[in-house]
């Protein structure tokens, strides 16, 4: 079974970089037409898809983050990487690593980490 | 705010059944497929539906998916207390060129 799990500070500072990997054990990041993804989800709020990445490096954003944004993905560590420049408390989420195929389904998904903004 | 609009939320008795609608436009669920996730608190979103109305392994066919022009809907027949979470939407957005998710129901058992 496949398995998703994230990891970074949980505490970043305003102006600061949040940085997240997300490890993926029981099965490879290159398999194909599986796409690799970060959503976060602000407390008491919905789900804002932030980004994906094919294991080749091919990267797609949301147009309102782009601009800060950068997912990453390293093959030989079966691990792909978040990083958002320019933090603010509007930033402050739970963040999910997730799997999803060509038409968007996200079967696989990690625990979730919240990243809280604060001085 | 969310390009996909759903009721905040719905309820009924145990056994009863409820239906949760995901209201969009042609650049998303009018031409795409849709999803539907499960979200029981404190957890990680639980992929119902795919593929607008195809149930992975495991979800049980009280779950079911279908669309009708841009608006989708969610059905769960048989209600049972552990069905109580926030259900979200989800498609691709053509002219925003992104994912979206509807903005969640939550359902209560009564």
């Known amino acids: 079974q496949l398995q998703l799990q994230e990891s970074g500070p949980g505490l970043v500072k305003p102006s600061g970089t949040l940085s997240l990997t997300c490890s993926v054990s029981?099965?490879?990041?290159?398999?194909?037409?599986?796409?690799w993804a970060w959503i976060r989800q602000p407390p008491g709020k919905g789900l804002e898809w932030i980004g994906s990445?094919?294991?080749?490096?091919?990267?797609y954003y949301n147009t309102s983050l782009k601009s800060r944004v950068t997912i990453a993905v390293d093959t030989s560590k079966n691990q792909f990487s978040l990083k958002v420049n320019s933090v603010t408390a509007a930033d402050t989420a739970v963040y999910y690593c997730?799997?999803?195929?060509?038409?968007?389904?996200?079967?696989?998904w990690g625990q979730g980490t919240l990243v809280t903004v604060t001085s | 705010q969310s390009v996909l609009t759903q009721p905040p939320s719905v309820s009924a008795a145990p056994g009863q059944k409820v239906t949760i609608s995901c209201s969009g436009s042609?650049?998303?669920?009018?031409?795409?497929?849709v999803s539907w996730y499960q979200q029981l608190p404190g957890t990680a979103p639980k992929l119902l539906i795919y593929?607008?109305?195809k149930r992975p392994s495991g979800i049980p066919d009280r779950f079911s998916g279908s669309k009708s022009g841009t608006s989708a809907t969610l059905g769960i027949t048989g209600l049972q207390t552990g069905d109580e979470a926030d259900y979200y939407c989800?498609?691709?957005?053509?002219?925003?060129?992104?994912?979206?998710f509807g903005t969640g129901t939550r359902v209560t058992v009564l």
């Open positions: 997730a799997r999803h195929g060509t038409h968007g389904d996200y079967e696989f």
């Open positions: 029981g099965g490879s990041i290159t398999t194909s037409n599986y796409y």
């Open positions: 990445i094919f294991y080749s490096g091919n990267t």
């Open positions: 042609s650049s998303n669920i009018g031409n795409n497929y």
């Open positions: 593929e607008t109305n």
């Open positions: 989800g498609t691709w957005d053509s002219s925003l060129s992104a994912h979206v």
